[in-house]
């Protein structure tokens, strides 16, 4: 887990999948995938997204970018507010 972006407003976490290698087989039975994702708090409204899959992927195409261009704080935060339409689960702090 990496904290790619932390402000007053969004708080981005990527989340890498570990496979555990002990659980593998040399002949296994069961499919083992192996994904990542990005969460997203929009701390305004107290609410998260998990991106995963293609929706993942599209994020890390962002990040790419972000990268290639060093953005703004207000261009990471435009573009992170698209997301905070699919933002629909509150955040709980266990």
């Given at each position: 887990?990496?904290?790619?972006?932390?402000?007053?407003?969004?708080?981005?976490?990527h989340?890498?999948?570990?496979?555990?290698?002990?659980?593998?087989?040399?002949?296994?039975?069961?499919?083992?995938?192996?994904?990542h994702?990005?969460?997203?708090?929009?701390k305004?409204?107290?609410?998260?997204?998990?991106?995963?899959?293609?929706?993942?992927?599209?994020?890390?195409?962002?990040?790419?970018?972000?990268?290639?261009?060093?953005?703004?704080?207000?261009?990471?935060?435009?573009?992170?507010?698209?997301?905070?339409?699919?933002?629909?689960?509150?955040?709980?702090?266990?």
């Amino acid at each position: 887990m990496h904290t790619l972006y932390d402000s007053d407003t969004f708080a981005v976490t990527h989340l890498l999948a570990n496979a555990d290698m002990s659980v593998i087989s040399e002949t296994p039975t069961v499919p083992t995938l192996t994904r990542h994702g990005f969460e997203i708090v929009d701390k305004r409204r107290g609410k998260e997204v998990y991106l995963d899959g293609s929706w993942a992927e599209l994020f890390q195409q962002q990040i790419n970018a972000w990268q290639a261009k060093t953005p703004t704080q207000e261009e990471v935060e435009d573009a992170l507010e698209g997301y905070v339409g699919l933002a629909h689960q509150p955040v709980i702090v266990h």
